[in-house]
C-alpha cells in the first residue's frame, strides 16, 4: 500500500518539501501521495502580503508578518536554491536585495514549473492530530465551506515555520497608553508613521528593518529598545537606540536609563513563538528560537516519533536552501533511501550537536555551524552541494557592510555561489526607492526621480498576476 | 456514575450556567462534576479589557472586542438578573449606562459570592472535539505550560460567544491604503483619533458606539459608511452617514454615490462570525447573526446532537437574564427535570419559532419575539420570573432617546425591573465624562471639572480588584 504523507504547510519550506519529492519522482522514483494543508489561499507562506492583521477572512490568526515595504535584509545569494538559480527564473541578473514580490516570484517559479500544486489543498487547516497504532490521524478543515475531514497519514511533516505567533510581552502601564500599539506580525507599512515619534521594543531584525522603514517613511524620531544589547549600527539622525522601556504613562515612555520619550506609535518587535495549536503536546516542539530546537535529530526527524517531522524550525541565516537541505533529507528517510539509526544513536547525534552548538563562542560561529549542519545533510541526498564556506563569507561581508552603513547595505552586489553571476546594482538605491513592485524592480529606469511614472507606464498591477513573468520570460501556470 | 459536563466559556453565558448548577446545588440537588474550559486569565469573557489586539500572550485569538471607552449602549434595566439585582451588588442606586468595568464588576459579584470559580479551568483552550459512542473527548491545552489533555465527558455546553471572530471583508485597493486599518474587535480607544478624519464602515452597534466615541474624543469628521440602511439618527456636526465605501487609493475613499473622503483611519464595524474552531462540522453551529440560529431547540439544545447544547448563541436585545434563562433551562434537562422530546417534535417546535421569526415585520417586534423566547424558557425552570414585557417598553424607549439625541441617550434612567429602585442621574454626562473608571463612577463628586482628581482620591489603582468591593461593600474573594 503507497504511504500517505501530510505536510502542514506551504510556505517556503512546504514548498521545498513538495519540490523534493516531485525531483525524486521526475527521476524515476516511486514517491508516496502527498497531502500539503495550506491554510492560505496561495502558497509562500511568509512572502504572501495581506493588508490584514490579527484575524483573518475565515477568523484564523493571520499568517504572514509580511509588510508592504520589506525587500530582502540579506543578500539573495545566501538563500539561492542549488538546483535552480536566479539567472535560470529571471533571465538576467538582479540586485542583491530584491523586494518582497521579486522573491515571491522566485520561489514560485520553482514549484510552478512541475505540477506539484496539485498536491495542496489550499484555505485548509488542520485542527488536530492524533498518534495511533500505525501512523496517525489528522483533523481539518476546509475554511471555505467549514467542512471537517478526519483522515489517516502514515507520516506527517511539520513546516507550518515559526515566525507567524507573535510574542507579545506586557509592559506596565501599556494599558493606559492612548497611541498605536502593535507587534512587529502586524506591521503592514510606514507611510502612516511619517512625522510620527515612534518606539520599536527589540533588537533584532524586525527593530531594525521596521525602525529603518519608518525612518525611510519621514518618521519624526525612532527610538529603538533594547533588552540585553544594543544594535549598535551607526544610526542616521533621527534614529536612536536606548535601553528597554519600562514603563508607560499617557504618551510618555520612561526607559531603564531613566530616559523619557514622548512618543506616538509603538512597534513591539519582540519575537514569535514556537507554536503548534495542532499538535498535542507528545509531538509538538517547544522551543526557543535557536539553531538548533532539541528534540530534532538532524533538525528535522522528531525524537519522540520518528515518522514525525520538521522542516524548518530552525533560527535561520540560510532559508531557502537549508529548507532543500532538510527536505531532501526527510524526503530520504521517508523513501527509504536513508536508514535512521536507533533511538539511542539518534539521541547521542542530538546531543552533539547540542553540546556544539552551546560552545559557539560568538555570532560569527553561528553562521559556520548552521553550514556545517546544512553541509552534514547535503552530503547524505543527492541536492546539489554548494560552496557554503563562501556563502559564510557572504554573511560576515553583509554584516560588515551593515557596520559601514545601516542605511545603504541593500546597495551592495555579490557573486552568486551557485552561477558565479554578479549581482546587478540596482537602477535606484533602496533608500530612495519608494515603489516596491516588481514591474518596478524589472524594468530599466533612468534615474530615482521618475521612477513612479515609469513604474506606471510598465503596466496596471495585477494582484496574483507573476510580472517577472510578464515582464521577462514567458508566463508559467499560476 | 456522576456525569460529566463539559462548559466551553466563562463569560457571561459560561458564568451564567455555572450559577445555574450552582443554584440547583443550593437548594439540595445533586449536580453533575463541571469542567468549566476558560482560555483567558479571568472570567468576564467580552467584559475583560486588554490593550492587545490580534494574538495573544499564547499566540491565540485574542476574545475580548472591548474597548477602554465602553460605556453600555442599552439600560442596565434590560440585562439586570433576576435572582441578583444591582442594588444588591452596589448597595445603592445606580446609573442605567454603566462604563464596562461597573457591569463586569457586577456580573463577577454574582458569581464570586459563592464557590464557582474552582470550576473553571483558566488559561486553558479546547482544541479539538470528538463524539463517541457514550459522550465526547475534548482535547484541551493548558496555555500556561503546554500540556494537552484529552478526556471524557457526557455532555458539553457551548458558551463561547460569537462577537470574539471578526467578520472582515476585503475593500478593493485597502492593500495600498497607508492609513491605519483595524476591525472593530480590535478598536481599543478613541483618544489617539482626535484630530483625525475616521471612516467606520457598517451600520451597528459597533459603527454607532465608536464612531460616537471618536467624535467624543475630538475626532476632526467621523464618516459612518452603510451598506443597506443607514442608522438615521440626528448625527451630532462632525458625524456624517454615507452610503458603502465602495474603493481605496491611498488615503482617499469613494463611497457608492461619489463621495469622496480622505481619512485618516479605517474602522471596519462589519460584525462577527459564528465561530467554533474546537468542533467538527457535525457539530459546529454555523449561522448568521440573528434571534433564531437554526439547528437549536429551545435556542440551546443541539438538534444533530442533543447532548450538545448552546447558551448565547442568539443575536441578542435581552443580554445577561436570557442567558440566565437559557442556562437553567439547559441545566433542567441535564439534571433530568425537563424531558426532552423526540427530535421529530423538537424539529417542530425549531419550525414554529423560526416561522414566526420569519413572518416579525421589524425592529420592535424582534424585541417581543426575544422576550416571548425568553418566558418560554423561563416558564420551564424555578428561573425568577419578571416582567419581560416591561422590559421590552424599556427598550422601545430606549430606542426613542437614542432617535431624540444620540449623544445624550446615555444621561436618561429607568427603573428597576427586579426591584423597581430609580436609576441615579449619574454625576457626569457621558459626553463630558474622559474617565471610565469605576472608582471615579462609585465616588459622588460635585462638578464634571474636578473629575481626574477626585478619581484619584479614590485610590490607587489595581488591576483585577473589585472596586465596588473596595469602595462601597465588604471585599467578596478574588
Chains 1, 2 share one sequence.
Not at 507520516?155 to 494599558?175: K, Q, T, Y
Not at 525612518?215 to 527610538?223: C, F, I, Q, Y
Not at 560552545?359 to 556545517?372: F, G, I, K, R
Request: glycine fraction near 8%; charged fraction near 25%.
Amino acid at each position: 500500500m503507497v504511504e500517505r504523507i501530510a505536510i502542514i504547510g506551504a510556505g517556503p519550506s512546504g514548498m521545498a518539501q513538495l519540490r523534493a519529492f516531485e525531483a525524486a519522482r521526475e527521476s524515476g522514483a516511486e514517491i508516496p501521495e502527498i497531502v500539503c494543508f495550506e491554510k492560505q489561499a496561495d502558497w509562500g507562506g511568509q512572502w504572501n502580503y495581506s493588508w490584514r492583521t490579527g484575524i483573518d477572512q475565515h477568523g484564523e490568526p493571520v499568517h504572514s508578518s509580511m509588510y508592504r515595504n520589506l525587500w530582502s535584509n540579506g543578500p539573495k545569494e545566501a538563500l539561492e536554491f542549488a538546483d535552480y538559480s536566479f539567472d535560470q527564473h529571471f533571465g538576467k541578473p538582479i540586485s542583491s536585495y530584491p523586494p518582497r514580490a521579486v522573491l515571491w516570484d522566485y520561489i514560485a517559479g520553482r514549484v510552478e514549473a512541475s505540477d506539484v500544486r496539485r498536491f495542496v489543498r489550499f484555505n485548509t487547516i488542520v485542527r488536530w492530530t492524533q498518534e495511533t497504532a500505525d501512523g496517525f490521524t489528522v483533523a481539518s478543515e476546509n475554511l471555505a465551506d467549514g467542512e471537517t475531514t478526519t483522515e489517516h497519514f502514515d507520516r506527517i511533516i511539520v513546516a507550518s515555520g515559526h515566525f507567524s505567533f507573535p510574542n507579545v510581552p506586557d509592559f506596565e502601564g501599556l494599558e493606559n497608553f492612548t497611541g498605536e500599539v502593535m507587534h512587529a506580525h502586524d506591521f503592514r507599512g510606514a507611510e502612516r508613521l511619517a512625522g510620527k515619534r515612534v518606539l520599536m521594543i527589540g533588537a533584532s531584525y524586525s527593530a531594525e528593518d521596521i525602525g529603518m522603514q519608518a525612518h525611510k517613511m519621514g518618521a519624526e524620531l525612532v527610538t529603538l529598545s533594547y533588552r540585553s544589547h544594543a544594535m549598535g549600527f551607526d544610526w542616521p539622525a533621527g534614529v536612536e537606540e536606548l535601553p528597554l522601556a519600562v514603563g508607560f504613562d499617557g504618551s510618555t515612555v520612561t526607559f531603564r536609563d531613566g530616559s523619557v520619550r514622548e512618543v506616538d506609535a509603538v512597534v513591539l518587535c519582540t519575537g514569535y513563538l514556537h507554536k503548534y495549536p495542532f499538535l498535542p503536546d507528545s509531538l509538538a516542539l517547544s522551543s526557543p528560537n535557536n539553531l538548533y530546537p532539541d528534540g530534532l535529530y538532524k533538525g528535522t526527524v522528531w525524537q519522540g516519533n520518528p515518522n514525525l517531522f520538521y522542516v524548518g524550525a530552525q533560527d535561520q541565516w540560510f532559508t531557502f536552501n537549508m529548507f532543500d537541505a532538510q527536505a531532501w533529507f526527510v524526503r530520504d528517510v521517508i523513501l527509504g533511501r536513508i536508514a535512521l539509526p536507533d533511538a539511542e544513536d539518534r539521541a547521542a547525534d542530538i546531543r552533539h550537536w547540542l553540546a556544539e552548538y552551546a560552545a559557539l563562542p560568538d555570532h560569527d560561529s553561528e553562521v559556520v555551524y548552521q553550514a556545517n549542519y546544512i553541509r552534514d545533510l547535503i552530503e547524505r541526498t543527492d541536492y546539489p552541494m554548494f560552496d557554503l564556506d563562501e556563502v559564510v563569507r557572504i554573511f560576515q561581508s553583509w554584516q560588515h557592510d551593515k557596520q559601514v552603513d545601516i542605511a545603504r547595505y541593500r546597495d551592495k552586489t555579490y557573486p552568486s555561489v551557485m552561477t558565479g553571476t554578479m549581482a546587478a546594482v540596482h537602477h535606484t538605491p533602496w533608500l530612495e526607492e519608494m515603489d516596491d513592485s516588481i514591474e518596478r524592480y524589472l524594468t530599466p529606469v533612468g534615474t530615482a526621480s521618475d521612477s513612479r511614472d515609469d513604474a506606471i507606464d510598465v503596466g496596471t498591477r495585477e494582484r496574483g498576476v507573476s510580472a517577472a513573468a510578464r515582464v521577462t520570460r514567458p508566463t508559467s501556470r499560476r
